[in-house]
């Protein structure tokens, strides 16, 4: 099967070639662990790779609604960075843009996170970003986008733990 690319936006086709799929298995109900991606007051606490930190400029998570902020590398680097949200149906979906704090960033890319109950009470979080462009991709990559995603999945499941401990 083909798949195939619409040139006015590529964000709105899935292409394997420009996909980075991560998931993780969250011991804790779907509904608390939808609630700490899309709860202001939860979400900044442990959105990021290990040893970065936020500060929120605006937040807004609704359809349409954006989250502005700046994330701190370990070494003071500085990312300031925008989520534009274009789906929520809870507890089952959240899909958003991610970019630079910048309109029409050309380097945004379409995340899509599912959140699957099992019946044991724990939640599968898959993340499945779509980028521009193969480039965009194996340079996100070439980053360590796999490696922070994962690590910010794992500063999920410390914060679900703090929340249900």
Do not use: C
Not at 126 to 143: E, N, S, V, W
Request: charged letters at 30%; proline letters at 6%; a negative charge.
């Amino acid at each position: 099967m083909t798949n195939a690319r619409n040139e006015n936006n590529p964000l709105e086709t899935w292409a394997l070639d420009r996909e980075i799929v991560l998931s993780r298995v969250v011991a804790a109900p779907r509904d608390l662990v939808f609630k700490a991606w899309t709860d202001p007051q939860h979400l900044p606490l442990w959105f990021g790779p290990k040893g970065f930190r936020i500060e929120t400029e605006e937040i807004d998570i609704r359809v349409g609604g954006q989250w502005r902020f700046v994330l701190f590398g370990p070494d003071g680097t500085r990312w300031d960075s925008r989520m534009v949200f274009l789906k929520i149906d809870p507890p089952r979906l959240l899909q958003f843009d991610h970019g630079s704090d910048v309109d029409n960033d050309p380097g945004r890319f379409r995340t899509s996170v599912t959140f699957d109950e099992q019946t044991n009470g724990k939640t599968v979080v898959t993340l499945r970003q779509l980028h521009p462009t193969k480039a965009q991709r194996d340079a996100g990559i070439g980053f360590g986008a796999v490696e922070f995603g994962y690590e910010t999945l794992e500063k999920l499941a410390r914060h679900l733990d703090a929340e249900m401990g």
